[in-house]
């Protein structure tokens, strides 16, 4: 069945490192790719988007990558801060059309240390 | 920042109490949506509606029921709550059109405990 998963349950960065998030993806028809941030009791916090006509998209210290050969999506996020601890979600369509029902990962934990 | 607003936030309630989770936006979406997530969980999704009076069931099953009488408005109901119920609630919206990449926007959340 469709799936989308992430390669690392939890990522450990230092302050100002790069951190890179991983997610792989199995439905070949999915078009639209979405990365959320989910903090301690709240709700998933939309970061970044990307078509599957884009290979990368970039936002404010965020950068999205899409390789659709291998069905692999990552998440790129610049001089890790603090404030990016989180639990990080993909999710794709399905290619469900205007539905726009999501299918979520499992989420990556990422822990910034000072 | 998104408009899209639950209540409660947090209940505690007895097993076979009736409970509504609310849910509200202002941003005028026509698409709006209920995912259910357990804690370091994914999320599923259980309802969804793309217009008033329109509700669908999710990929998630779920004993849970919806309505959509007002286009701001998607409140879900459990009419006898049981322990396994007990999970965050997540309500969510996004606009119309035709493109299958609306952003999905999500409310803060609504963490239910059954006892």
């Known amino acids: 069945g469709e799936s989308v998963g992430l390669h690392l349950p939890t990522l450990s960065v230092q302050e100002g490192d790069n951190s890179i998030i991983n997610c792989a993806y199995s439905?070949?028809?999915?078009?639209?790719f979405i990365w959320y941030k989910q903090e301690s009791g709240k709700g998933p916090q939309f970061i970044i988007d990307?078509?599957?006509?884009?290979d990368k998209r970039q936002g404010q210290r965020v950068t999205v990558l899409l390789n659709k050969t291998v069905k692999h999506l990552s998440l790129q996020i610049a001089a890790t801060q603090p404030g990016d601890s989180a639990v990080y979600f993909c999710?794709?369509?399905?290619?469900?059309?205007?539905?726009?029902?999501?299918?979520f990962g499992t989420g990556t934990l990422l822990a910034v240390q000072p | 920042e998104a408009d899209i607003y639950q209540t409660p936030r947090y209940l505690v309630i007895g097993t076979g109490k009736k409970i509504t989770l609310e849910c509200s936006q202002t941003?005028?979406?026509?698409?709006m949506y209920w995912y259910q997530q357990d804690p370091g969980m994914e999320l599923h999704l259980i309802h969804y509606?793309?217009?008033?009076?329109?509700?669908e069931k999710g990929d998630l099953s779920s004993e849970s029921t919806v309505s959509r009488i007002r286009t701001e408005h998607f409140p879900l109901t459990l009419e006898s709550a049981r322990p396994s119920h007990t999970s965050q609630y997540l309500c969510?919206?996004?606009?119309?059109?035709?493109?299958?990449?609306?952003?999905?926007?999500f409310g803060e959340g609504s963490w239910l405990t059954v006892v």
């Open positions: 439905n070949s028809a999915s078009d639209y």
């Open positions: 999710a794709e369509n399905g290619n469900r059309g205007a539905t726009n029902k999501l299918i």
């Open positions: 990307i078509r599957s006509n884009m």
């Open positions: 941003m005028g979406h026509d698409k």
């Open positions: 509606s793309y217009g008033v009076n329109s509700t």
């Open positions: 969510a919206s996004s606009g119309g059109g035709q493109s299958s990449g609306n952003t999905i926007y």
